[in-house]
């Protein structure tokens, strides 16, 4: 997807010579424009420029999206999301449950559950991958699979679902070994919470089976060979 595809619906963007008035999607205020997607959708200065997880909830909560990874790739475009920071520990639970909210059309559950899933992943500090042995990535597919369940510390089958799916995010994450990457850890965390929805509720997500990182020239510490997200062409 291009850098400048609408984060909205990965639509391409519209431009004219004359400015047209439009509402932003996000924030809902006027704005005069010369740049709007095929759908029309429109994000303003202010919304696009936000906070990491402000842009994330707001981009999740109005996207009409069932793509995690397309909608987690044009956030991850955004200038305000780092190339490594916490702001993935939310970016990973809110991309699942927007693509499967949006699936499911129960839009009012999806809003609720991204909201909580921010406050649960703020608890998910940086440098928790190395320091505690959690991948941020990982534990916030562990928080969607709870939130989907509606699982608490006193539920039965969904904690073991829960717990189970943090564990199979993070051994897929650690048998890569380090230097941490947010973009791989989000690529791979992605990819086992598809198998494991599959197996486990019978449910589809639409993540691709192959994934092409476009972010290594960004990354110091990118693997890049050993690295199954690595573009072979750039090498
Ligand atoms: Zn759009
Ligand atoms: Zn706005």
Redesign the pocket.
């Known amino acids: 997807m291009h850098k400048s ?7 391409p963007q519209i431009y004219s010579t004359e400015p047209a008035n439009y509402t932003c ?1 996000l924030c809902q205020a006027q704005f005069e424009s010369e740049a ?6 429109f994000i303003c200065n202010t919304c696009h420029s936000s906070s990491a997880n402000e842009l994330i909830e707001a981009v999740c909560v109005h996207s009409t999206s069932k793509k995690p990874l397309e909608m987690a790739i044009s956030l991850m475009n955004a200038p305000c999301i780092s190339m490594h920071g916490p702001e993935h520990h939310f970016l990973v639970p809110a991309v699942l449950l927007a693509a499967y909210y949006n699936q499911t059309g129960d839009i009012k559950e999806k809003e609720r559950k991204i909201k909580v899933a921010r406050q649960r992943a703020g608890n998910v500090l940086g440098g928790f991958c190395g320091f505690y042995g959690a991948c941020g990535a990982g534990v916030g597919t562990g928080i969607f699979i709870s939130l989907i369940t509606d699982s608490t510390p006193l539920s039965q089958e969904t904690w073991g679902l829960a717990n189970q799916m943090t564990a199979e995010s993070l051994r897929c994450i650690g048998a890569l070994g380090g230097p941490r990457c947010c973009k791989r850890d989000t690529f791979m965390a992605l990819k086992t919470a598809k198998k494991f929805v599959k197996q486990k509720f019978q449910g589809y997500l639409d993540v691709p089976d192959s994934i092409t990182c476009e972010f290594n020239e960004f990354n110091q510490e990118c693997l890049e060979e050993k690295c199954p997200f690595h573009s072979r062409e750039t090498l």
């Open positions: 595809n609408c984060l909205l619906c990965g639509s999607s709007a997607c095929e759908q029309g959708h």
